[in-house]
């Protein structure tokens, strides 16, 4: 079944009173609970279309000028402000950017269990957060939930992100290239992490990344993004195998050492 439908869409940016399009008659259809890697180098307008899914593009002056996205059999822009961070949530690149830096991180994750859970007391909310934090890996609840961003590392503030996206239980969670900037080790763990939680939460996981061998590991199914199209999508053994399009070929060889 699909839990996710995405039929012609278009979207872009006003730059300079000008619309200049970025997405192209984007289809794509997501399975309930897969790992779906969208692949493509910078600029192939991967975090454009994960924008556009979480109704997030026009704060970037964006918006979607064509087509439409089903969530649950349902049309999800309309709806999106009213499901975002509790059915469907995403985790961006650089929690640097997305943290608060003047409040502790465990208000922040709380402040994400609030907006949709405001029957629960505050016992209920503080035990709430420490499930979540165990289920990402954040030990020493007690220091790291008083902790600011700064004071913890990347690793952790990345964690910190993604329990966040998870704590309201979400049906699918964007991955927004979420190891950038993050040691070969610590992107492992990461990786990792994501694989567990899909498997424990019964997530549907949509992987955004510039990196087709984290996507061969991770995903069950590859879309290949190249300047605003998608170019080609398939089971991932058979991208690995049977590669159709020249770009896929091109990150294969980059990666893998792929010869035609």
Same mark, same amino acid.
């Given at each position: 079944?699909?839990?996710?439908?995405?039929?012609?869409?278009?979207?872009?940016?006003?730059?300079?009173?000008?619309?200049?399009?970025?997405?192209?008659?984007?289809?794509?259809?997501?399975?309930?609970?897969?790992?779906?890697?969208?692949?493509?180098?910078?600029?192939?307008?991967?975090?454009?279309?994960?924008?556009?899914?979480?109704?997030?593009?026009?704060?970037?002056?964006?918006?979607?000028?064509?087509?439409?996205?089903?969530?649950?059999?349902?049309?999800?822009?309309?709806?999106?402000?009213?499901?975002?961070?509790?059915?469907?949530?995403?985790?961006?690149?650089?929690?640097?950017?997305?943290?608060?830096?003047?409040?502790?991180?465990?208000?922040? &994750?709380?402040?994400?269990? =609030? #907006?949709?859970?405001?029957?629960?007391?505050? *016992?209920?909310?503080? !035990?709430?957060?420490? /499930?979540?934090?165990?289920?990402?890996?954040?030990?020493?609840?007690?220091?790291?939930?008083?902790?600011?961003?700064?004071?913890?590392?990347?690793?952790?503030?990345?964690?910190?992100?993604?329990?966040?996206?998870?704590?309201?239980?979400?049906?699918?969670?964007?991955?927004?290239?979420?190891?950038?900037?993050?040691?070969?080790?610590?992107?492992?763990?990461?990786?990792?992490?994501?694989?567990?939680?899909?498997?424990?939460?019964?997530?549907?996981?949509?992987?955004?990344?510039?990196?087709?061998?984290?996507?061969?590991?991770?995903?069950?199914?590859?879309? &290949?993004?190249?300047?605003? =199209? #998608?170019?080609?999508?398939?089971?991932?053994? *058979?991208?690995?195998? !049977?590669?159709?399009? /020249?770009?896929?070929?091109?990150?294969?060889?980059?990666?893998?050492?792929?010869?035609?």
């Amino acid at each position: 079944m699909d839990i996710l439908s995405i039929k012609n869409l278009s979207a872009g940016y006003i730059v300079n009173s000008v619309f200049v399009e970025v997405l192209h008659n984007i289809n794509l259809n997501i399975n309930e609970g897969e790992s779906f890697a969208v692949v493509g180098q910078s600029g192939s307008g991967k975090s454009t279309l994960a924008l556009s899914l979480m109704g997030l593009i026009s704060i970037d002056n964006g918006k979607i000028s064509k087509g439409s996205i089903e969530f649950c059999g349902k049309d999800l822009q309309p709806d999106i402000s009213e499901i975002r961070g509790k059915d469907i949530s995403i985790v961006l690149q650089d929690p640097h950017s997305y943290l608060n830096p003047v409040i502790k991180v465990g208000k922040q &994750v709380l402040e994400a269990l =609030e #907006v949709y859970n405001k029957d629960l007391n505050k *016992e209920e909310k503080i !035990n709430r957060v420490k /499930e979540i934090f165990k289920k990402v890996k954040l030990d020493d609840f007690d220091r790291i939930y008083n902790s600011y961003p700064h004071q913890l590392s990347g690793g952790q503030k990345q964690r910190i992100l993604i329990a966040m996206a998870v704590i309201n239980n979400p049906k699918l969670i964007i991955a927004d290239e979420p190891t950038s900037g993050l040691d070969t080790d610590v992107q492992e763990q990461i990786l990792e992490l994501f694989s567990e939680l899909k498997k424990e939460m019964n997530l549907t996981v949509i992987m955004i990344t510039h990196n087709i061998s984290v996507a061969k590991k991770y995903c069950d199914r590859i879309a &290949v993004m190249y300047k605003g =199209e #998608v170019v080609e999508q398939n089971v991932t053994a *058979e991208i690995f195998k !049977n590669p159709q399009h /020249e770009y896929t070929k091109l990150l294969l060889t980059a990666t893998t050492g792929y010869e035609d």
